[in-house]
């Protein structure tokens, strides 16, 4: 792209208002250096994990199927889920190690209220989030904070723009941006150097005609009606956003004898995904129990638990790292 074909596209560009809104705002208060938030290269230079297994749950339909499963397992493996799914972990006895974020909108904070807009708690869990995130999500969340700085391509608008935005927190450390948050959390995966990566709501499809499991259109519009207790409002909410949603398939994919509706965009964050495995070179299974990322091993989730999550290990907050790292020095 040009000079002024990069100007133009930062003009029509939505995300390059909010990530310079959310950017300043967080400087100007003083975010990155609260007690309890750290940039991304303090984990990455802590080395906590190594070798341990790591599951990765997204939001796609299918995670209504398995997601008990994972109960008696979370204190054998490392949890990293998407923001928007949070609830659906705490609902059933889950406490994820780390709850990603990518999106710059207050909007994501639906994933973390129940349906009258109660906070749930996240003790011990970690929010990773880029340093363009919205100001009110990060101070609604009560726990620790690794931040890190988004980038894109180098040679398109966003690439640009986010370099340049983000020269005062440089040194934090990086996640390139690859169109979805799933994509995001195999790349953070990555700084566990885990034995397995184990997938489960991936599913890029229309499961059981749902773009999300059970709870989260639910929620999303409960947020935008601003949790408003009107029964009749919801329910009718709810079915225009499904109704827009459905709307957005496109595309089906043939699997043996069976029909899935899909849509490009699903199709290009599967292949997305699968460019990012091949090039981390990672064990990853996928035990979303639906969908159609059929490219990797796609074992049931309970004979993938039972066979790489066998031991418990200890689990570390930001607090543990840095008195750990104070220990050392000591005995030096």
Known sequence: MTP?????????????TYWGTNYSRNLEKGVFNWDRARPLVFLQNKMPYNKKPMVLIAAGPS????????????????ICCADIILFKL?????????????????ELTSGWRDLRGSWYHTDNSTLIAPTTTHYELLESWGNDIIFYN?????DNHKGVFLKKLTQTTIGFGTLENNYFIGATMLQFSTFFNPSVV???GYDFAFTDNKIYCDGVIERKAAFLLNYSLNEKNRIDYINLLNTEIMKTSDLIAQLGDEQIKTSRLFKLYKDTLKGLIDKYRLLVVNCTGGGIFTDIPIPPLNIALDMYCKEEFKKYTIDDLSQIKRQRRKKR
């Open 198 to 200: 184990i997938l489960m």
């Open 63 to 78: 995670l209504d199927k398995n997601i008990h499963l994972l109960k008696e397992y979370q204190n054998k493996c490392i």
């Open 150 to 154: 988004q980038s894109d391509k180098p």
């Open 4 to 16: 002024e074909e990069i100007k133009i596209m930062m003009k029509k560009d939505p995300f390059i």
């Open 90 to 106: 705490i609902e059933n006895g889950i406490k994820p190690d780390y709850v990603l974020n990518i999106d710059p909108n207050l």
